[in-house]
């Protein structure tokens, strides 16, 4: 303590200005090497650029849609999605994947979460779900929508996903991008109601988007993951 009070204030001056020196250098090489670092995996991105994944609907059978009162909706809707990554040297990672179904921009289930998965090079996965509503409250123009449905002679719902993903390069793997599925399923819905369920068996190509790429790619998180393995 008192040795240091002994000390010139010039000759501090001068050690903590080689320190700091010393501590700008080696920010400069760290700052330089981790921008070639990012360039290169950028690049790298640029040259494999990941399309996005794509799903269809395969089946889907409805075994209840049934109204309690007038706007009190209990659903039983099973669904099987056909899921496939059309990249070559890009794996997906689908870390959130939740499915519902929404019939005139309603929604009529509750959201149903499928286990996450990894899915390699060009590989297909097929996702099966049971989604449910017990007493989900649905607009008075339900019962009627449906009625002329029946009477058009077939029944007209949208299969919805939301996840997020991650892409994997080699061993390196991006950050997370919101995604969201759009299915049309259409089934035929005479007017006597069949014994069995509803159902639809048609392997319609369903609409997919990836969302705000560039955030994602940049985003705060992006070094810690950098390393990431799984
Ligand atoms: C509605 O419920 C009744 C009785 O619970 C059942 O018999 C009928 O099949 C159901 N209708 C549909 C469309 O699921
Ligand atoms: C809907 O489900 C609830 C709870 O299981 C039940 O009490 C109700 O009767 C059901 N309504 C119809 C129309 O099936």
Same mark, same amino acid.
């Given at each position: 303590?008192?040795?240091f009070?002994?000390k010139?204030?010039?000759?501090?001056?001068?050690?903590?200005l080689?320190?700091?020196?010393?501590?700008?250098?080696?920010?400069?090489y760290? @700052?330089?090497f981790?921008?070639?670092?990012?360039?290169?995996?950028?690049l790298?991105?640029?040259i494999?650029?990941? /399309?996005?994944?794509?799903?269809?609907?395969?089946?889907?059978?409805?075994?209840? &849609?049934?109204?309690?009162?007038?706007h009190?909706?209990?659903?039983?809707?099973?669904?099987?999605?056909l899921?496939?990554?059309?990249?070559?040297?890009?794996?997906?990672?689908? !870390?959130?994947?939740?499915?519902y179904?929404?019939?005139?921009g309603?929604?009529? /289930?509750? !959201?149903?979460?499928?286990?996450?998965?990894?899915?390699?090079?060009?590989?297909?996965n097929? &996702?099966?779900a049971a989604?449910?509503?017990?007493?989900?409250?649905?607009?008075? @123009?339900?019962?009627?929508e449906?009625?002329?449905?029946?009477?058009?002679?077939k029944?007209?719902f @949208? &299969?919805?996903?939301?996840?997020r993903?991650?892409?994997?390069?080699?061993?390196?793997?991006?950050g997370?991008?919101?995604f969201?599925?759009?299915?049309v399923?259409?089934m035929p819905?005479?007017?006597s109601?069949?014994?069995g369920?509803?159902?639809?068996?048609?392997?319609?190509?369903? @609409?997919?988007?990836?969302?705000?790429?560039?955030?994602?790619f940049?985003?705060?998180n992006k070094?810690?993951?950098?390393?990431?393995?799984?």
């Amino acid at each position: 303590m008192s040795q240091f009070h002994v000390k010139s204030p010039k000759h501090c001056a001068k050690q903590g200005l080689s320190i700091d020196k010393f501590y700008r250098k080696l920010f400069l090489y760290f @700052s330089t090497f981790l921008l070639s670092i990012l360039s290169l995996i950028f690049l790298i991105w640029l040259i494999l650029h990941p /399309t996005k994944p794509e799903f269809s609907l395969q089946e889907a059978d409805v075994y209840q &849609l049934n109204l309690s009162g007038s706007h009190l909706l209990n659903s039983s809707i099973q669904i099987t999605l056909l899921s496939k990554n059309p990249n070559k040297n890009v794996g997906v990672y689908y !870390d959130e994947l939740q499915v519902y179904a929404s019939y005139k921009g309603q929604q009529i /289930t509750i !959201d149903t979460t499928i286990p996450p998965f990894y899915q390699g090079h060009e590989e297909s996965n097929l &996702l099966t779900a049971a989604l449910v509503g017990t007493g989900i409250p649905v607009a008075p @123009s339900f019962d009627y929508e449906v009625g002329r449905d029946q009477t058009a002679g077939k029944l007209v719902f @949208s &299969l919805k996903a939301n996840g997020r993903l991650r892409w994997k390069v080699g061993t390196w793997v991006s950050g997370r991008f919101r995604f969201n599925v759009n299915c049309v399923a259409i089934m035929p819905f005479g007017p006597s109601i069949p014994s069995g369920p509803l159902s639809s068996k048609q392997g319609t190509q369903c @609409s997919t988007t990836v969302k705000s790429q560039a955030h994602n790619f940049w985003g705060p998180n992006k070094l810690m993951e950098l390393g990431y393995k799984q």
